[in-house]
Structures are given as structure tokens and as C-alpha cells.
């Protein structure tokens, strides 16, 4: 089992229990996204973000090699 299975399987668990509140906002968020804001792994909002942050900090001069997404997260499946 990889050892990001059980945060997998907390996201799925998670909305049984939030109260309606959090729920009201958990859909909202889903619906804005277009993904679950729990799903864990590297989905394309966290790869945009990702590839954002290296994109400043190759432009300030503080990464002597650019690293890819892979080298940083070699376990996610996407």
C-alpha cells in the first residue's frame, strides 16, 4: 500500500463528518475548483501553483537547476 492511501481514503470519508456549514462550503468549493479541494495528489490546480512558484523563483535567480514536477513529488500518479 502506497503511503498516501490513507489520505485518500480520509477525503473520501471527510464529508460524513462536516456540518451542513461546511458542507454548504465544501460543494461551493468543489463547484469553483472543478475538483475535490480534498483530493490529495497532484491535480492540475497544484501542478499550476507548483509550476508558478518555481517560475518566481527561477526569475530571482534562486534555483541553480529548474527541477520537475516529478523530482519534487516522485510518488504522486499524476
Request: aromatic letters at 8%.
Amino acid at each position: 500500500m502506497h503511503s498516501w492511501m490513507p489520505f485518500k481514503r480520509a477525503a473520501v470519508v471527510a464529508p460524513a463528518y462536516m456540518s451542513d456549514e461546511e458542507l454548504r462550503l465544501y460543494a461551493r468549493e468543489r463547484e469553483f475548483l472543478g475538483l475535490d479541494p480534498n483530493e490529495c495528489g497532484l491535480n492540475a490546480i497544484h501542478k499550476k501553483t507548483m509550476e508558478r512558484c518555481l517560475d518566481y523563483l527561477e526569475a530571482d535567480g534562486l534555483l541553480p537547476r529548474r527541477p520537475t514536477l516529478r523530482e519534487i513529488f516522485p510518488l504522486s500518479q499524476s
